[in-house]
């Protein structure tokens, strides 16, 4: 059976190699992340609360990549072992926002270091400047994507 030249060859597909090291990346993150009783997700909530303090629970999922669902029930957990807390009115409309307590940036902390480690794994091995191009390449990609 032959493929068409409109087929995609997965030896040089960017889609398929860019889902590859997604793949690869976030089972690294997963495995450094997983003695300090995380997930990616779980460091995603923490990472973004840090340098977007009173994020909402939509704010929050959009950011991570995960449904509200599965973002509610994550800050629920967080906020029973004392690592967010979130206000228990809404300042303005329906959305609670949720901030950090000195245990989430503990916990943060031990976390960062663990994926900054797999980060530089992943570019060992590229230059300084094939790094900035990778960048360039990468948020061009996606706001090609977003825009259209």
Known sequence: MS?????????????????????????????????????VTHYSCLELLAQRPGL????????????????????QTLERDGVV????RAPVGKALPTELTAQGRRDLAAATAAVRGVELRMLDGMEVDEQVVATRALRSMVRALRDS
């Not at 629970?57 to 973002?71: D, I, K």
């Not at 807390?85 to 228990?88: E, F, G, V």
């Open 85 to 88: 807390s979130r206000a228990t």
């Open 3 to 39: 493929q068409g030249d409109d087929a995609i060859d997965l030896e040089t597909s960017m889609g398929y190699l860019l889902k590859e090291a997604s793949s690869a990346l976030r089972t690294a993150m997963e495995a450094a992340l997983r003695p300090l009783g995380m997930t």
């Open 56 to 75: 909402s629970n939509s704010e929050l999922a959009r950011g991570a990549f995960v449904t509200r669902q599965s973002m509610n029930v994550l800050l």
